[in-house]
């Protein structure tokens, strides 16, 4: 079956660092994508990562290990603007490009 | 450069009416996706595109048609609504690797 994790909702500080985690059981695996979407917005790319370790860009970093099924997204000097929902999804293998999504993490930001 | 549009962006159909979606993408992408959003869940592919003349079913098809006839445009059909389909319904396009959304149509059937 294909089962993604992530937690439903977080809540961090202004200017705090806060980290997402998702953890997936899929039969296959293509890669792994992190998704921002602000409320009644569509979905806009994040981050990509096909290899273990540690992809930065900017104040988002995202993880992954293929071998724990697992991968976190760490955004730093959160905003106000971070507010949204994050969703990771998994690419299936094969050449269609199809993701399999979790349900999404809501996060909100306090000043 | 628009990227991908959706038309509709709002509508509201009576059971058993029907429509078109409607989804058009410049970027000359050979990939494309239809999503349905449910409130406070993630994204369910609904049918995929791999190229004018293909297409395939994804996780939740049914009560869902599409066509490509183009590589730009990759319209979905509901032929019989339900308030089922009540939900908000993205197309996508793929790039290199990352898909590229459109903003979305909000439908409810009531």
């Known amino acids: 079956g294909q089962n993604i994790d992530q937690p439903t909702e977080m809540t961090a500080t202004e200017g705090a660092i806060v980290q997402i985690n998702c953890t997936y059981q899929?039969?296959?695996?293509?890669?792994l994508f992190w998704y921002q979407q602000h409320a009644g917005e569509a979905p806009t790319f994040l981050s990509y990562?096909?290899?273990?370790g540690l992809e930065e860009k900017g104040r988002f970093s995202s993880f992954l290990s293929r071998s724990k099924g697992y991968s976190y997204l760490l955004l730093k000097e959160l905003q106000m603007k971070d507010s949204a929902s994050y969703l990771c999804?998994?690419?299936?293998?094969?050449?269609?490009?199809?993701?399999?999504f979790g349900q999404g993490t809501t996060l909100q930001v306090k000043p | 450069n628009a990227g991908v549009t959706q038309t509709p962006k709002f509508r509201i159909l009576k059971i058993g009416q029907s429509m078109t979606l409607q989804c058009t993408q410049d970027?000359?992408?050979?990939?494309m996706y239809w999503y349905r959003q449910d409130p406070g869940m993630g994204l369910k592919l609904i049918y995929y595109?791999?190229?004018?003349?293909?297409?395939d079913k994804g996780e939740v098809p049914n009560g869902y048609n599409v066509s490509r006839s183009t590589t730009e445009d990759f319209p979905l059909r509901l032929e019989l609504a339900a308030p089922s389909q009540t939900s908000v319904y993205f197309c996508?396009?793929?790039?290199?690797?990352?898909?590229?959304f459109g903003p979305g149509t909000r439908l409810t059937v009531t």
């Open positions: 999804a998994v690419r299936v293998p094969g050449n269609t490009g199809k993701l399999i």
């Open positions: 899929t039969s296959g695996f293509n890669g």
């Open positions: 996508a396009s793929r790039g290199t690797y990352e898909q590229y």
């Open positions: 990562n096909v290899l273990d």
């Open positions: 595109s791999v190229g004018a003349g293909i297409t």
């Open positions: 970027m000359n992408h050979n990939y």
